[in-house]
């Protein structure tokens, strides 16, 4: 069954939704040597911080170009290009990411022009790099923001050359553990990759020795400017818009092959990889690799009598709910629910197919849904697990159901930045922590309390 | 250095000087200070927030639905804007609450009219009466308020004729609009006087049903962060004394509505809320004293300045016992920890008067502060109300209304007699008065108004602090360089630490911060020491 709104609602309760400058900021993140600068009021700067902080557990430094009451109403461009200078003397960052937001949308601001002019002003200086993403939250969300801004990247520092035995990888929103288990496949295969934008030391690092402005590691402005080099491209996604894509964008302008795929959640999706990196490295999978795979199927077949036929709802991102759909399938529980807070009209066909492979009745899939609305449709369910964001615990716990945090944001558990779930590795730590959850349930609502299960 | 190998401040002013540009010097060096607690020293403090210079500040749009509004749980906090703004504020300010026997709370529910193009193209009022319809089809809330976010300000819309229309329209239900655009003012506090009008002039006042009590006080600028406000409730409650209304921990909009029945007001958090305090006196002639229930002898203090005021010999009788019992308690447990806590240092950088009210809570700690500021104060907060008169109302002040309050001739009501309070004063009680953070605080110490990364950084490494607060925003960071960080706008999910109660978990909670093992394992063992040392020795 497949439900968008019935009646069209004005008011958002507990959205699932956050704002496009959060993903634009995610993906600045994972620049080296880069500050993040969001063009409006102090406001939103501070909000998205605090949320990518508790989230992340780690410094997250975002400037703002402070917008006044007369800013809002004569035009940002002196605030942006003093926030530079500042950013740039207290810093020196290799690139500046502006992130529009709202205010400096709804105004009409010409950004690009101040970044021209600003540019010409200050000949005599060597320059950073500055990037331009338009991230207006009143269309699109945090995915949208977190995409937009890779192809801003790729627009802005790629032109024509010679392709190399290479490939790029464009993620999606995942944690720094996943990227790492990513670069571990990667390197497993023995073939050059640039993987963008990579955040898994800037926002999952180290104790310091000394102060460190801008935390170490992060995609280089060199490895951006290589990735129109590469082969092919992978991007991470299957339920981006095209025009949003900057993979799409690579073959159109340099004709360089663009394979999307879902993030790799569970066998099939990680097959997916798999097979796409035999391809493109033209080997055949690493025998670790396959080892793994082989483990995550032993684990699949012991881990069964637990969890067969349990029926989920999953809340998350686009993409994320495919992955996870599929997943769960994989190991024979039912996604009876699957609710996005976006739009992807591309979720519809890609969740009924998987219910005809696996045999189930189609889920109901909830586009463009906030969290009130998928309690409600929960409280005529019978469901046994729900996968969501900490933003879902409220209707968890109202509906004295167990949650399984995964997504953005996770505020409520320790360790989002570890927590591992892509990759036939990431795959079975999920599956544990699932298994885990319904033994711990049934040993709870046993008397005797059996230890061994 | 000086003889005791204490760095000069005088010389780490500079040095943190010498790294800004010349402009950027100019404006914060009068924002940081070397104490003098005599001499009156000025700081400069609410001026706009360089941009490109990270700062701990927020929006006027957090100050007034999140800071003021979010604590009260039966009003429908609708946010009239695009999606972040709202979700942003959602629960992330550990108040709690105790519905009572109706069970209404909308505290766990983030609203928002999550506008689109289109509204942003052709104005979102007609979005915005919907979604106040249908909140109120959904939960017939006793009230909803709308908070106008940065880009409605810009369109236009007018939430408030929307409101009016919407309240006349359900006539069970009061709606108004908070017209707090995240670009009015230079941070959360332009948001609070924004909240404070609005409260005043749409339900304070509006229900004079007096539910009796001999002792009848309101509590000022309580957020309930960490169940503070229930500690709070309990002794007044175990003293006799009837808590009208909080503004706004745990509170309800009866409770505002009902507070100007009140006969004294106490101002916690001065820098939020002292305006509600003025409005009230002038329009229901309730005088206001500044109280702090943060600290064991704060607490006592501050009780005994009530009990003063009501000149009552059996409530003076009941909070001397209630001190004396409680002062006991405390003591004890004081005795096993402070040796472990004397002479730590500590920095506190945080809010608009947390920074100043916990300094008591160290000090009885035996610690030290080495430095302190505000977030979002204004200069009275630091320098005590006495400067009020000589500070500059700027621009970003200016655009926030200043409404006009006069007697109501009905509801008016004399608290005390010139005569009283005449005498009350003569014996030390002293109202409407703030005396600040900066005569508290040692000679030398530090004193810096919405510090910046920079600074706080270089002040770790030259004054070594045991402990230092301030907010999550700043907390990974500070603790990568090996010095815990305690999150004061949340307690770091700790608490409650108002009240005697309250000063014994504090107590508790910094022992095990300031003498956790945990910062010795950041050096690895085969890092050999002679490295690091020669290293130090070619920096300095
Ligand atoms: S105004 Fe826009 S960018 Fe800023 S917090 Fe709100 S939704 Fe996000
Ligand atoms: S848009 Fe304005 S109101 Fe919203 S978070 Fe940003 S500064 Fe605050």
Same mark, same amino acid.
């Given at each position: 069954m497949i439900k968008t709104k019935e009646l069209p609602k004005e008011v958002t309760v507990n959205s699932c939704n956050l704002c496009s400058p959060l993903g634009a900021s995610i993906a600045f993140k994972g620049i080296k040597n880069c500050m993040a600068i969001l063009h409006g009021s102090q406001g939103c700067a501070t909000y998205i911080r605090r949320y990518m902080i508790a989230h992340f557990r780690e410094p997250v430094d975002i400037a703002s170009s402070s917008f006044t009451e007369d800013t809002a109403v004569f035009g940002g461009g002196e605030k942006l290009k003093n926030g530079i200078d500042n950013i740039i003397s207290q810093y020196n960052p290799e690139v500046i990411g502006i992130a529009t937001s709202c205010l400096s949308e709804t105004i009409g601001d010409d950004v690009s022009r101040y970044i021209q002019e600003y540019q010409k002003e200050r000949t005599a200086m060597n320059l950073p790099e500055i990037i331009l993403t338009s991230t207006p939250s009143y269309n699109g969300n945090h995915e949208t923001g977190f995409f937009k801004t890779q192809r801003a990247l790729v627009e802005h520092l790629c032109s024509q050359q010679e392709k190399t035995e290479q490939f790029t990888a464009f993620i999606n929103i995942i944690s720094p553990e996943d990227i790492r288990q990513l670069k571990e496949i990667f390197q497993s295969f023995n073939y050059s990759y640039i993987l963008m934008p990579d955040f898994s030391d800037t926002l999952d690092g180290g104790s310091w020795k000394e102060f460190n402005k801008i935390p170490p590691g992060g995609t280089s402005v060199d490895e951006i400017s290589r990735v129109?080099?590469?082969?092919t491209n992978i991007e991470?996604?299957?339920?981006?818009?095209s025009k949003i894509s900057p993979g799409d964008y690579l073959f159109e302008r340099f004709n360089i092959p663009n394979i999307q795929l879902p993030i790799p959640i569970g066998i099939k999706a990680t097959d997916q990889l798999m097979t796409a990196l035999e391809e493109i490295t033209?080997?055949? #999978?690493p025998i670790n690799l396959e080892n793994q795979r082989r483990r995550l199927i032993d684990a699949y077949s012991d881990a069964h009598k637990y969890i067969f036929g349990k029926k989920v709802a999953i809340i998350g991102h686009g993409d994320l709910v495919y992955s996870l759909a599929s997943f769960i399938s994989e190991v024979?529980?039912?996604?009876l629910i699957c609710s996005t807070g976006?739009?992807?009209?591309?979720l519809i066909p890609l969740l009924t197919q998987i219910a005809e492979e696996y045999h189930y009745p189609v889920p109901q899939i909830c586009l463009d849904y906030d969290h009130d609305d998928i309690e409600s449709e929960l409280e005529g369910n019978d469901i046994d697990l729900i996968i969501g964001s900490s933003k879902a615990y409220k209707m968890a716990k109202k509906l004295k159901k167990p949650l399984i945090r995964i997504g953005?944001? #996770?505020?409520?558990?320790?360790?989002a930045a570890a927590k591992l779930t892509i990759g036939y590795q990431g795959t079975r730590s999920l599956l544990n922590e699932i298994v885990n959850l319904f033994i711990q349930i049934q040993q709870d609502e046993n008397p005797v309390g059996y230890t061994y299960q | 250095m000086n003889n005791k190998g204490i760095p000069i401040p005088e010389i780490i002013k500079d040095n943190i000087m010498s790294k800004y540009p010349a402009k950027v010097a100019k404006k914060r060096s009068k924002s940081m200070v070397i104490n003098d607690p005599v001499a009156s020293i000025e700081i400069q403090a609410n001026v706009r927030t360089i941009p490109g210079i990270i700062t701990q500040r927020g929006c006027s749009y957090a100050g007034c639905k999140g800071v003021v509004?979010?604590?009260?749980?039966d009003i429908v906090n609708l946010t009239h804007g695009p999606i972040g703004c709202g979700f942003y504020s959602w629960?992330?300010?550990?108040n709690q609450t105790q519905p009572g026997?109706?069970?209404?709370?909308?505290?766990?529910y983030c609203f928002s009219t999550d506008m689109q193009d289109e509204n942003i193209v052709f104005g979102g009022e007609k979005k915005l009466k919907e979604a106040i319809q249908e909140a109120y089809d959904i939960f017939h809330p006793k009230a909803i308020s709308i908070f106008s976010t940065c880009p409605v300000g810009l369109i236009g819309d007018d939430i408030h004729s929307v409101a009016v229309e919407m309240k006349e329209k359900f006539g069970d239900c009061n709606v108004f609009g908070f017209?707090?655009?995240?670009?009015?003012?230079?941070?959360?506090s332009a948001g609070h006087h924004i909240a404070n009008n609005q409260l005043f002039k749409?339900?304070?006042?509006?229900d004079d049903t007096n539910t009796g009590g001999k002792f009848r006080i309101n509590l000022l600028g309580?957020?309930?962060?960490?169940?503070d406000a229930f500690l709070l409730e309990k002794m007044f409650e175990d003293l006799g004394?009837?808590?009208?209304?909080?503004?706004?921990?745990?509170?309800?909009v009866t409770q505002f509505e009902r507070?100007?029945?009140?006969?004294l007001n106490c101002i916690?958090?001065?820098?939020?809320i002292n305006y509600v305090a003025e409005m009230m006196e002038e329009k229901y002639g309730i005088p206001w004293l500044k109280v702090n229930f943060i600290g064991a002898e704060s607490t006592a203090k501050s009780l005994r300045k009530i009990a003063s005021f009501f000149r009552d010999d059996e409530l003076s009788a009941n909070v001397e016992k209630m001190i004396t019992e409680k002062m006991a308690i405390v003591k004890e447990q004081l005795k096993e920890i402070y040796p472990r806590t004397e002479n730590k240092t500590a920095m506190l950088f945080v809010g608009g008067s947390r920074a100043h009210h916990y300094q008591d809570l160290f000090k009885e700690l035996g610690m030290k502060i080495l430095a302190a500021g505000y977030e979002f104060a204004h200069r009275d907060d630091y320098?005590?109300?006495?400067v009020l008169p000589t500070i500059k109302v700027d621009a970003d002040s200016r655009n926030i209304e200043e409404i006009k309050v006069e007697k109501d001739?009905?509801?008016?009501?004399?608290?005390?007699s010139p005569e009283e309070k005449a005498s009350l004063e003569s014996q030390g009680l002293q109202f409407n008065n703030y005396d600040g953070m900066m005569k508290e605080m040692d000679p030398k110490s530090f004193v810096i108004d919405d510090i910046s990364h920079w600074e706080s950084e270089e002040l770790i490494k030259t004054l070594k602090p045991d402990i230092f607060c301030a907010g999550i925003k700043e907390k990974y960071v500070i603790q990568k360089s090996g010095v815990p960080l305690f999150q004061m706008h949340s307690y770091d999910y700790g608490?409650?630490?108002?009240g005697f109660e309250g000063a014994v978990n504090f107590y508790k909670e910094i022992d095990r911060r300031v003498n956790?093992?945990?910062?010795?394992?950041?050096?690895?063992?085969?890092?050999?020491?002679a490295s690091i040392s020669a290293s130090l020795i070619k920096a300095s």
């Open positions: 129109s080099s590469s082969k991470f996604s299957i339920c981006i818009n033209n080997t055949t #999978i024979g529980m039912i996604p976006g739009t992807h009209e591309k953005f944001p #996770i505020h409520d558990r320790f360790g | 509004l979010g604590p009260t749980r629960l992330t300010r550990r026997p109706d069970g209404e709370n909308y505290m766990p017209s707090c655009e995240g670009y009015k003012g230079v941070s959360q749409h339900l304070v006042g509006n309580e957020y309930n962060i960490g169940g004394i009837t808590l009208v209304a909080t503004f706004s921990g745990n509170s309800s507070s100007h029945t009140a006969d916690m958090c001065h820098r939020s320098e005590g109300r006495e001739p009905a509801k008016y009501k004399e608290r005390l608490g409650p630490f108002a956790t093992k945990v910062w010795g394992l950041m050096q690895a063992p085969w890092k050999k020491e």
